[in-house]
């Protein structure tokens, strides 16, 4: 019988650690509870198909396609267009995020802002090679600020290769 109790416990021990274990020191669990986090937040999650995004959608569009979120819009001159639409996100396609800025000209979508947690950088390089492929990359005079490009039917989505760790980890999609 005191086998059984030591085996009882060492059970416990292992069902309440292994899974404390995972959310704390796996990429996969810290991810997971970033989202969850973020969303006890309030913030909401958005999934975005750079493939079908394109100048054709209208700030209604957008808002009817992601009623649930919580936008801000201003009707501002801005160098993407004449109006934006601004809000906190939880995550991008699972991707623990920050906030998204959604760019109008002339009521069409022009151009999009994902603000995204550094950690999570190579995770959203490989997200953004599964959904579009290879990338092409941009050299500049400074190898810091090589740039990751795909080239999509309606636009164009860009990241930068290497983040620094002070550095606010964006995405761009410019639309054609």
Same mark, same amino acid.
């Given at each position: 019988?005191? %086998?059984?109790?030591?085996?009882?416990?060492? *059970?416990?021990?292992? @069902?309440? @650690?292994? !899974?404390?274990?995972?959310?704390? *020191?796996? #990429?996969? /669990?810290?991810?997971?509870?970033?989202?969850?986090?973020?969303?006890?937040?309030?913030?909401?999650?958005?999934? @975005?198909?750079?493939?079908?995004?394109?100048?054709? *959608?209208?700030?209604?569009?957008?808002?009817?396609?992601? #009623?649930? @979120?919580?936008?801000?819009?201003?009707?501002?001159?801005?160098? *993407? /267009?004449?109006?934006?639409?601004?809000?906190?996100?939880?995550?991008? %396609?699972?991707?623990?995020?920050?906030?998204?800025?959604?760019?109008?000209?002339? %009521?069409?979508?022009?151009?999009?802002?994902?603000?995204?947690?550094?950690?999570?950088?190579?995770?959203?390089?490989?997200?953004?090679?599964?959904?579009?492929?290879? !990338?092409?990359?941009?050299?500049?005079?400074?190898?810091? %600020?090589?740039?990751?490009?795909?080239?999509?039917?309606?636009?164009?989505?860009?990241?930068?290769?290497?983040? #620094? !760790?002070? #550095?606010?980890?964006?995405?761009?999609?410019? /639309?054609?």
């Amino acid at each position: 019988m005191k %086998n059984f109790a030591f085996y009882k416990r060492l *059970f416990l021990v292992v @069902i309440v @650690i292994i !899974p404390m274990w995972w959310l704390l *020191f796996t #990429e996969d /669990g810290r991810s997971r509870s970033d989202r969850v986090i973020l969303w006890l937040a309030g913030d909401e999650e958005i999934d @975005i198909n750079f493939q079908a995004l394109d100048k054709n *959608f209208t700030q209604q569009d957008w808002k009817k396609v992601y #009623e649930d @979120i919580d936008w801000q819009c201003d009707n501002k001159v801005n160098a *993407f /267009g004449d109006q934006y639409c601004y809000s906190e996100i939880a995550s991008y %396609n699972g991707i623990p995020a920050r906030y998204l800025t959604v760019f109008f000209d002339k %009521n069409h979508v022009s151009a999009l802002k994902l603000v995204y947690r550094n950690q999570y950088h190579q995770k959203l390089g490989l997200d953004l090679q599964h959904q579009l492929g290879t !990338p092409l990359m941009q050299q500049h005079e400074s190898a810091v %600020n090589d740039m990751l490009q795909w080239h999509t039917e309606h636009g164009m989505v860009m990241i930068k290769k290497e983040i #620094e !760790p002070e #550095e606010e980890a964006s995405l761009i999609w410019l /639309g054609n």
